[in-house]
């Protein structure tokens, strides 16, 4: 293995070769799969008590960016959704709001509308999602869309076709291009994990990600299985990690598709404490990309209440 | 010399035979005091998977006919009476002889049958057209109240224990049951029956333990829409009920005295008719 190059940042200044990104991702070392997948387990055997579960619940809930990207969206649904993640439980207003609403930029309209003042900010899936195979114009020409229209984040796909062929060159230009565009709004980027195929791609595709300019990282679309699983999030909070020791720049990370019960959300934290420590314990550092995730939140919030079970019919269910 | 293979006694929640989460079991003891196996002893959590197994079955299985439902209650019938050595073996555990098991397990089996000759009747018997003035149809029909947590009697173990389930699932009710304490062996193999007569995962979920520490998560578990206090008896109703109340979950009370062996006391289409809401609509008449 060899040993990396000292880097300055941002890590490969403005003008950067093809041959600079090789060798920056080539210092990245292997994934030990097996190691991985074992450290997973250990770690999602931890107990956690009472006391702990109910500011783990609280934490995510505050870190939950409320989902919906389908195409029966009505400016309706995003409303009631918006309405959702200002308080989520309408009985009970000791729960936080969510942090932010991620709708289709088309939809944005009507959630900055509903969501004025609260806080809670809107956030845009662009640049061709969830496939990304569009011409960067047509990305570019999304994002700026989704922005003009008053997204205050904006969540791109890499091109995974481009990335795959080896062409890297081309992903990093094309976040770095999007980057540019979303000028201080805020910058997610989405792998889509279960099209990389390896726990290597990933952690180089994090590298990447970073390295052109990233605010987070994200696993998926939600629209590709597998979606966020917990090795792959420890693989890249990994590499997170190693970027932050490099250059001293905290990224965030956002495990999006997939995580439904609030255990699962549970032992992601888990997970993200154990790697990145208590610095990344914030909604500025950390997201679930979710949808159902929220109501078992706050049915479990209600049960550590109450110590009563709850019933799922019991809360809204958009 | 040969080791026995004995058989480790799980609970059954959707369809599956897992150990208790919290991985404790109890002695189950004969009548002199001699510990015969262990029985798993579920915990809250399992309780609470169980009614989660029974939530997620319900829609499929109210979705059924109740003729197919009839059909799959006289195949569960058969299979306990192809296991009746191994009930009489297990009831005698409890101090009965064995003629007195032998006619226990034919009770059980006749009474399955019975119920399941109910499945494509009792909507007719409980239903009902209604005469009301005006140019409508009024028309009341019985639908399943959802899951229903079952409290089974202590003894008869397996008479009591089926005389409970049978009306509760025939109108398309899941059920979570909390089986005999003392004596939880034929509850047991009674899953074992379940599994193997085509019962859809979940439809039946039998836990065996420790039933004081389970009763105030079943009565007050607000996704359970019924509790079946027969097995309990009058003390310590009220606190179910209590308990019950919060999230109105029905409470079907006990009699007084109840003989399990007594055809005219025992099962009855009413007994069906305590775990069904009725519906009712109006249809205008005429053209």
Redesign the interface.
């Given at each position: 293995m060899t040993t990396p190059a000292p880097l300055t940042l941002p890590v490969l200044g403005t003008h950067v070769t093809p041959q600079a990104l090789r060798a920056y991702l080539e210092a990245t070392p292997p994934v030990d799969e097996v190691a991985v997948h074992e450290r997973v387990a250990a770690l999602a055997t931890r107990s956690i008590k009472r006391e702990t579960k109910r500011y783990a619940l609280d934490l995510a809930v505050r870190m939950t960016d409320l989902t919906t990207l389908e195409g029966r969206d009505t400016p309706g649904k995003v409303r009631q959704l918006a309405a959702k993640a200002r308080r989520p439980d309408p009985t009970d207003p000791s729960i936080p709001p969510v942090a932010a609403l991620c709708v289709y930029p088309a939809m944005v309209p009507a959630a900055v509308d509903a969501l004025r003042g609260s806080g809670v900010k809107v956030a845009a899936v662009a640049t061709y999602f969830p496939s990304g195979q569009a011409p960067l114009e047509v990305k570019l020409a999304d994002t700026r869309a989704a922005l003009a229209a008053g997204a205050d984040e904006i969540d791109m796909v890499i091109d995974r076709g481009a990335f795959l062929a080896g062409d890297h060159m081309k992903v990093y230009e094309e976040i770095v291009a999007v980057r540019e565009v979303c000028g201080s709004a805020h910058l997610k980027v989405i792998l889509e994990t279960g099209e990389l195929v390896t726990f290597d791609n990933v952690r180089k595709a994090s590298m990447l990600a970073m390295a052109a300019g990233a605010d987070f990282i994200k696993t998926s679309t939600g629209k590709v299985a597998p979606a966020a699983t917990r090795p792959v999030t420890l693989v890249m909070l990994e590499a997170i990690r190693d970027f932050a020791e490099l250059t001293g720049i905290g990224v965030g990370m956002k495990p999006a598709g997939g995580i439904r019960t609030a255990k699962d959300a549970i032992r992601y934290l888990v997970l993200l404490y154990e790697t990145l420590g208590s610095a990344w314990m914030t909604p500025d550092r950390f997201r679930f990309g979710a949808s159902s995730l929220l109501n078992d939140l706050l049915m479990q919030i209600r049960w550590v209440r109450t110590?009563?079970?709850?019933?799922?019919?019991?809360f809204t269910k958009d | 010399m040969r080791v026995d293979v004995r058989k480790t006694y799980k609970l059954f929640i959707a369809g599956g035979f897992p150990r208790s989460e919290s991985g404790r079991s109890y002695p189950v003891a004969d009548t002199s005091g001699k510990v015969v196996a262990r029985a798993a002893a579920a915990s809250r959590k399992d309780?609470?998977d169980a009614?989660r197994a029974a939530?997620g079955a319900q829609p499929g299985w109210a979705g059924r006919t109740g003729y197919n439902r009839g059909q799959i209650l006289y195949r569960i019938a058969e299979m306990v009476e192809d296991r009746a050595d191994t009930f009489v073996s297990q009831l005698r555990v409890g101090g009965r002889t064995r003629a007195q098991a032998r006619r226990e397990v034919e009770r059980s089996v006749d009474r399955l049958v019975w119920y399941a000759g109910w499945g494509d009747k009792f909507v007719q018997v409980v239903g009902n057209m209604n005469p009301v003035q005006g140019d409508f149809f009024n028309i009341s029909t019985p639908e399943p109240t959802g899951v229903v947590g079952i409290i089974a009697p202590e003894e008869p173990a397996l008479l009591g224990l089926v005389s409970r389930v049978a009306p509760v699932i025939i109108s398309g009710n899941t059920a979570v049951v909390l089986a005999s304490e003392r004596l939880p062996l034929p509850a047991v193999t009674f899953a074992e029956a379940l599994a193997t007569a085509d019962v859809p995962a979940g439809v039946v979920n039998i836990l065996t333990g420790p039933k004081d520490r389970l009763i105030p998560?079943l009565a007050?578990?607000?996704?359970c829409n019924a509790i079946d206090a027969w097995g309990h008896g009058w003390e310590g109703l009220a606190e179910i009920e209590a308990a019950a109340a919060?999230?109105v979950t029905r409470v079907v009370r006990p009699p007084r005295t109840v003989d399990w062996t007594n055809e005219r006391l025992a099962q009855s289409p009413y007994m069906i008719a305590d775990f069904v809401e009725i519906k009712t609509v109006w249809h205008p008449k005429g053209l």
């Open positions: 110590g009563v079970y709850q019933r799922p019919d019991d | 309780l609470r009614v939530r998560y007050s578990h607000r996704d919060d999230s």
